[in-house]
């Protein structure tokens, strides 16, 4: 599958990186120089409100910063889906659909009311020119179609088992892979 903004990076029983095992990424950003994205399975414990106090009314549940990859931990981007596609707010650049990121240095009167749902995440996940296919071509990630809600869930931690069994033909059924197949 050809990778583009918007699609899921979904963490492969064989991929051992404790940055990224058992994890779903959403690529934000994919180009000729490499891919962004973050992952979406990884809540933290600190409240938005404690550290972007404009944005805690914004925010989807659970109202915590998400753990969006060991790059740039020190940094925040907002994933947002918006209400209207006609009316993106200040601030706004769209990755895929009704799925954008939110610049959090606009005033958040300047988007009240323009999306339906937003998570923040500190630090991202990236790669260089060739890195990612690199990984996916040693079976590392399985690359999906995302749904609008996958970067939304109330319940983040089930967000893989649910993402891998909504796949067609076989690729589902490796929700249940031991992580060494020679052992089952």
Known sequence: MQLASGMLLVATPALQDPNFADTVVLLLDVNEEGALGVVLNRPSQVLVADVLEPWRDVVAEPEVLFRGGPVGTDGALAVARLRDPQQPPVGWRPVAGLLGMIDLDT?????????????????????????????????????VSSEAADAFRGDPSVLWRDVMRRQPGMLAWHVNRPVDPDMN
């Not at 999306?115 to 060739?130: E, H, I, K, P, T």
């Open 107 to 143: 005033p958040t009167e300047l988007v009240d009311g323009s999306l339906s749902a937003m998570r923040v995440f500190a630090g991202y996940a990236g790669w260089g020119a060739g890195q990612l296919e690199v990984e996916i071509q040693e079976g590392s990630w399985y690359v």
